[in-house]
Structures are given as C-alpha cells and as structure tokens.
C-alpha cells in the first residue's frame, strides 16, 4: 500500500453507526428512559393529576353536586365510593376490605415489574398505570372515611356509567395494556415453538 493510501484511509471518516444508540448533536449516546424513571414519570403524572383533580371537586362542589360539561353525556358528579371501581361494594366494610386488596395488588405489581425487562415498554407501562391508579385511590382510602372520590359521569340521560375519577382511569387503561402485552408475549413464545423444529429439520438436511 502507497504511502498516500495509507493516509486516505486513515482521514477517512468513520460511518459506521453504533450498534444500539442514537448521537446526539454533541455526539453523546441518547438513551431512552430506564425502567424506574419511566415507572416514576407515569406515577407522578398520574397520581398527581388524580390527587388535584379530586382536590377541586372537593373544595368547589356540593355533595352530590352535578355540572354539565358536555350536555347531559359529561358531567362532573361528587360522590364517594367505599367499594372499588364499576360499583362493586361488599358492605360497611368496602373501604378497608378495597384497602388491603389495593396494597396486595402493589405487591404483585412490583414482582410484575421487577420480572418484565428494559426492553418490555409497553408492560411496564401498563404495570405503572395499575400502580399510580391504585396508589391514587389507595390516598383516598386512607383520608377520607367514606371511600374514594369520584366525579366523571359519563352517559346519556338515565343510562350512565358508574361515576369514576382519573385513578380509575389509569387501572383500567393499564389493564387493558397489561392483558395485551401478556397476549403478545404469548404470540411470541408460540411463534418461536414453531420455528424450532424447523430449524432442527433444516439442521439434520
């Protein structure tokens, strides 16, 4: 190799790109969020949004108060609920009864969490939002001796759903996720089951 080959190839600029990571303007890798701090990202929007929202209902309407928001089909509703979401109530002692099984339910979470890896977004999304939901409702629990405080009603004249709040919302949103995620997981597994032995055959041929 010439002299002047040698120095071509070594001013020439490297493009390869790296493996797994996104530069930055600066050339630093940019990464995406970690495991904890998306869990805590979704936990503080959540229960944030849960506690101030259940706030203004509380210090700006009546008990039982109703407000249009979108004609008869939205309204803010206050109520409270001492049993769980969709109005299940198993008696006086729905609250602590709910209580209890909503700091079980975090207990499955975290080992739900801790289990699902970095790469698995879309099931630790879902885990956070059951988990924000449940700690939101759980506050309320704990504070307020008639239960949790609901408010959106959402229906068309006397077919309404139960009256709900954002914590709600997040269980029932995160459980959606949670399932698909489980089912795509399950996809995936017999997916790879069938691809097995036929790499064996090809192997063998």
């Known amino acids: 190799m010439s002299r002047s080959d040698e120095t ?13 990571e996104a530069l930055t303007e600066d050339g630093s890798a940019r990464k995406g969020l970690s495991k904890p701090a998306l869990a805590l990202l979704v936990l503080t929007v959540v229960v944030t949004l849960d506690l101030a929202t ?17 004609g008869d089909f939205v309204r803010l509703t206050y109520t409270h609920n001492p049993g769980a979401a969709f109005g299940i109530n198993i008696g006086e002692h729905s ?4 209580l209890v099984l909503s700091i079980v339910a975090l207990g499955v979470l975290a080992a739900i969490y801790r289990s699902t890896p970095a790469t698995d977004r879309l099931r630790l999304l879902a885990v956070a939002l059951v988990g924000s939901g449940a700690i ?10 008639r239960g949790v405080v609901d408010f959106l009603d959402v229906g068309i004249g006397s077919h309404r759903w139960w009256v709900f709040n954002v ?6 949103v995160g459980a959606i996720l949670l399932l698909v995620s489980f089912l795509l997981e399950e996809s995936r597994e017999r997916s790879s089951a069938r691809r097995a032995p036929e790499g064996a055959s090809v192997g063998e041929s």
């Open 95 to 98: 609250r602590i009864f709910f």
């Open 167 to 172: 914590a709600d919302s997040a269980v029932t």
């Open 136 to 145: 939101g409702n759980i506050i309320d629990r704990l504070r307020y001796e």
């Open 8 to 20: 071509e190839t070594a001013e020439a600029p490297n493009t390869a790109a790296p493996d797994t």
């Open 54 to 70: 259940k706030w203004w209902i509380v210090n700006n309407m009546s008990y039982h108060e109703t407000i249009s928001v979108i």
